[in-house]
Each structure stands twice: as C-alpha cells, then as structure tokens.
C-alpha cells in the first residue's frame, strides 16, 4: 500500500511536478484539484480525514495548530507534513517520494512531521 497526500493550495507546483517526473501514476491532489481552494485551514483538514489523505504544506503559521486541535479533540488527523521553502528541491522531492512509497496509509495517523525527516 502506499500513502495517498493530499498537497495544500500554497504548495510549490516545481516540487509536484518533480514527484510526477519520477514517478507519473502516483495518486497526488491539490486542495485545488478537489474544490477546496480557498477555504480555510480546518476544513482542508476535515476534507483530507475523511478522504484518508496526510497533507502536505508550507504553511507552519496556522496549519500546525489547526491540526493539534483536530488530534486534541479526538477526531480523526491522518497526517500533515510541513516541508520548509528553504530546501533544496531534489531533497524534498526524494523524502515525499519515499514516505509515499514506502509508508502506510495509517502510519502517520495523529502526527505532524516537518521536512527533512533524518
């Protein structure tokens, strides 16, 4: 199995394209490709628990807290993954490659992780 992500609005488009150059049948989503751009961060969260997607984001400013609060009040968080913008772009496009390779659909249940994981 593989983990499927969910990529939010902000997300750098050179870094998805990247991962599609690599691998072109992985299963990526934009909150732009689902009807959610624009909406706030919540319910990108509650969209992305229900679909059984962890999202992907840039945004360390509100998402983060956002997401504790879903994992604080019990409901269901199946993962977020900050990637700072500082990062070089084959590093990113390696390490989202190999979590959704290699990961789980469940693994990262009720976690928020930052990029690079090591």
Same mark, same amino acid.
């Given at each position: 199995?593989?983990?499927?992500?969910?990529? %939010?609005?902000?997300?750098?488009?050179?870094?998805?394209?990247?991962?599609?150059?690599?691998?072109?049948?992985?299963?990526?989503?934009?909150? #732009?490709?689902?009807?959610?751009?624009?909406? %706030?961060?919540?319910?990108?969260?509650?969209?992305?628990?229900?679909?059984?997607?962890? !999202?992907? *984001?840039?945004?360390? #400013?509100?998402?983060?807290?956002?997401?504790?609060? &879903?994992?604080?009040?019990?409901?269901?968080?199946?993962?977020?993954?900050?990637?700072? &913008? %500082?990062?070089?772009? *084959?590093?990113?496009?390696?390490?989202?490659?190999?979590?959704?390779?290699? *990961?789980?659909?469940?693994?990262?249940?009720? #976690?928020? &992780?930052?990029?690079? !994981?090591?």
């Amino acid at each position: 199995m593989a983990l499927h992500p969910l990529f %939010d609005e902000n997300f750098n488009y050179v870094i998805l394209r990247g991962l599609l150059r690599h691998n072109p049948n992985l299963d990526l989503l934009r909150v #732009q490709d689902v009807g959610l751009a624009g909406v %706030d961060d919540p319910t990108v969260l509650d969209w992305a628990a229900n679909a059984g997607r962890v !999202l992907f *984001s840039h945004d360390v #400013q509100t998402l983060v807290g956002f997401a504790y609060e &879903r994992i604080a009040a019990g409901k269901r968080m199946p993962g977020l993954f900050e990637v700072r &913008r %500082d990062l070089p772009l *084959s590093l990113v496009i390696d390490e989202i490659l190999l979590l959704i390779e290699c *990961s789980e659909p469940d693994e990262w249940e009720h #976690q928020v &992780r930052y990029l690079p !994981l090591r």
